[in-house]
Structures are given as structure tokens and as C-alpha cells.
């Protein structure tokens, strides 16, 4: 299809993001007297530190898409997913999306001390579902996270759950929804195999309802069976973007020097 025919999801233009990170410079800067004297003096604090993750991204993603992001640590990988999801700020460019992209991440809030199936039910409303959506979909999204295979988890406290179970738990809750763009961090990687198979269907019927996926995973296989583009970051910048084989071949050979 060309590209003018079809329909983009996400746009970043020149996006830039840049941590702040407070209280960086060590005891002696950040003694009351100094605290004091920058208030006073109104000056910027000397301990803060920036740390620029993303520096200068730009693509375009279309409707239909399943994008792999991949890279080394700390390449800026999952900074980029949150500022997708506009949890982070652009310092410079921009990112445009359509509807609410929402992330999906291994660190997706859900309330330990509440079991299982109320966070099913918490997670639903805050995806914008109604009491009654919530009502039909809760049952179904148990079975889906298997959480209840090995007896009734699913009335459980959440901190009772290995981490494998609570990340099978939120998959399952998010991919529930249909999302115009549906940010999945590492989340299938945590999974043992099983779910891996059933949450990579999964996307791959999300990407047919006409959303785009983002998937962030160190497990190129997994990568391989459900993106068709990848996007390689290295140190905030984008190395590669295109065919996932293309993609994962010049950063196998990246990675093995
Ligand atoms: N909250 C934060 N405050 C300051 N710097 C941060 C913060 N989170 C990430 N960074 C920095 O931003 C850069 C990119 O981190 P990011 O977590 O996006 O990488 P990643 O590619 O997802 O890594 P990994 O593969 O290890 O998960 C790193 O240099 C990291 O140290």
C-alpha cells in the first residue's frame, strides 16, 4: 500500500526527551543554607542533572502496524514507548498520536492488596470500559490470564501472585480493549511459553481490529513473530527502521562486535 493511502497512528518529529534528575550533586550542594540561597538568589539548582535519552526521533506509524523496538540497554527504548503514551514530556519536536495510546508495561499500577478479580474490574473502568462492558469481558480476561489455573488465584491479593502471574494479569486486562495504539513493554517476554503464544495471537488480532502495536522486547523472537517493521534506537538515536529481518540482522551484527 502506499503511503499515502495509508492511515498514521503515531508521529514523532524530531522528538527530544530529557530527564531532570533532583539531588544528583551530592550532600555538600544540597546543604539548607545553599537550598536557602537559591531561593533567595532565585538561580537554577546546581544538583540537578539531565540525562538526554532521545535525541531526535522521528517515523511515522500507520494503522495496521506492529513495530518492534529494539536495542541495547538503556538505548532509550522504553523512555520512548512513555513518550508515546505522553507519560513523559518532549523537550524539543513532537509526538503526535491518535486517540489515547496506552502502555502496557510490567509496571502497569495495579493494586497489590486488592485480589485479582477487583483489579480486573478497577483496570477496566479506568480503560474507559462501562459497568456492564466490565461485567460481560471480567470472566473472560481470568481465563485469558490463566491466573486460575492452578486454583482460584483469581480471589487472591495480587501480592500473593508470582511475577510471572501479575504481568499475565495486566497483558491480559489491556489487551482486553481495543486500542487505536497499544504500547506493550517486555510484557511478553514474562510470560512463560504458553502465554506467550496465546498473548502473540493476541496481538496479532489487536493489529487486525486496524490498531498499531509497539512492542518492546530484548527477546528477538518475539520481535520476529509479531512485528513485520522493527526500530532500532542506539544511545537515543534511531539506527535502523524498516523490515523486521532487515532490522534484527544489522543489529545482531551490532551487538556481536
Ligand atoms: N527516571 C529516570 N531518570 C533519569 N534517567 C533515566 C530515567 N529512566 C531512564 N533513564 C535513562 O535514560 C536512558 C534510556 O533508558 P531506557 O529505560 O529508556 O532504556 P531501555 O532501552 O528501555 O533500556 P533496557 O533495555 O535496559 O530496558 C538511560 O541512560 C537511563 O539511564
Not at 498514521?8 to 545553599?34: E, F, R, W
Not at 533567595?40 to 495496521?64: C, D, L, M
Request: hydrophobic share 40%.
Amino acid at each position: 500500500m502506499a503511503d499515502n493511502e495509508r492511515i498514521p497512528t503515531v508521529i514523532a518529529d524530531d522528538a527530544h526527551v530529557i530527564y531532570k534528575v533532583y539531588g544528583s550533586a551530592g550532600n555538600q550542594q544540597q546543604s539548607p543554607l545553599t537550598s536557602f540561597k537559591r531561593i533567595v538568589t532565585r538561580t537554577k539548582a546546581a544538583n540537578v542533572r539531565e540525562v538526554h535519552a532521545i535525541k531526535g526521533v522521528s517515523f511515522v506509524a500507520y494503522r495496521g502496524e506492529a513495530i518492534g523496538l529494539i536495542g541495547t540497554n538503556g538505548s532509550g527504548k522504553s523512555t520512548l514507548l512513555r513518550a508515546v503514551a505522553g507519560l513523559l514530556p518532549v523537550a524539543r519536536g513532537a509526538i503526535y498520536a491518535s486517540g489515547q495510546p496506552s502502555l502496557l508495561g510490567v509496571n502497569a499500577v495495579l493494586m497489590n492488596d486488592l485480589p485479582g478479580d477487583r483489579n480486573v474490574e478497577l483496570g477496566c473502568l479506568a480503560m474507559g470500559m462501562t459497568p456492564a462492558e466490565v461485567k460481560e469481558k471480567k470472566q473472560g480476561i481470568i481465563d485469558f490470564s490463566g491466573i486460575n489455573d492452578r486454583g482460584d488465584f483469581a480471589s487472591l491479593p495480587m501480592r500473593t501472585y508470582s511475577s510471572g502471574m501479575s504481568a499475565r494479569l495486566r497483558f491480559s486486562i489491556a489487551a482486553a480493549k481495543q486500542h487505536d495504539v497499544l504500547l506493550i513493554d517486555e510484557a511478553l517476554a514474562t510470560g512463560d511459553a504458553k502465554f506467550r503464544r496465546r498473548s502473540e495471537a493476541r496481538v496479532r488480532e489487536l493489529r487486525q481490529q486496524a490498531g498499531t502495536v509497539f512492542l518492546v522486547s530484548h527477546s528477538e523472537q518475539s520481535i520476529r513473530d509479531t512485528c513485520e517493521r522493527a526500530i532500532w534506537l542506539e544511545s537515543g538515536l534511531i539506527r535502523a527502521d524498516g523490515p523486521t529481518a532487515d532490522v534484527l540482522k544489522e543489529y545482531e551484527s551490532f551487538v556481536r562486535k
